[in-house]
């Protein structure tokens, strides 16, 4: 029989990521029943936020600012 390359992989812990994981175990479990999901719900709300990750984004900054909005300093000569 022939080893996959996850059952050969040899897992390494710290005492540190033993007791994280732990935990977090008992805080999942002590947080109580999870509750019925609705799936196709799920899938659905996925769906859309692929769709508007997708979608160009406008921008939030006009091209060009009005005059005298956002450019910094004035651009007149100054006399002197």
Do not use: C, H, N, Y
């Not at 990521?17 to 109580?32: F, H, V, Y």
Request: charged fraction near 50%; hydrophobic fraction near 30%.
């Amino acid at each position: 029989m022939t080893r996959t390359k996850t059952e050969s992989a040899e897992l390494r812990f710290t005492k540190e990521d033993i007791k994280r994981l732990r935990r977090l175990w008992d805080e999942g479990k002590a947080s109580g029943l999870a509750g019925p999901v609705d799936f196709a719900e799920v899938r659905r709300a996925v769906r859309r936020r692929l769709e508007m990750e997708k979608k160009p984004q406008r921008r939030k900054v006009p091209l060009r600012a009005k005059r005298g909005e956002g450019r910094g300093p004035s651009r007149k000569r100054r006399e002197g």
